[in-house]
């Protein structure tokens, strides 16, 4: 999972608990996401990196370079 870009489809942002939809095992699916700087907030349609996995379905994501 760490590594994999995913695109923002609920706001990531301080105190709030987003969704991002990541291709894995041959399909999309949703995790809940939160940013790795508590500061950061990330709309919805953004691409983020995942930089920490915690299974079943939870993940803290950056941008991605460019964003």
Do not use: S
């Amino acid at each position: 999972m760490i590594g994999k870009e995913g695109r923002v489809t609920g706001r990531i942002g301080p105190g709030l608990v987003g969704e991002v939809m990541i291709p894995v095992r041959g399909g999309v699916e949703a995790f809940y996401a939160h940013p790795v700087d508590p500061r950061d907030e990330m709309i919805v349609g953004m691409i983020v990196v995942v930089v920490e996995y915690h299974p079943p379905r939870t993940v803290y994501v950056a941008a991605a370079l460019g964003q």
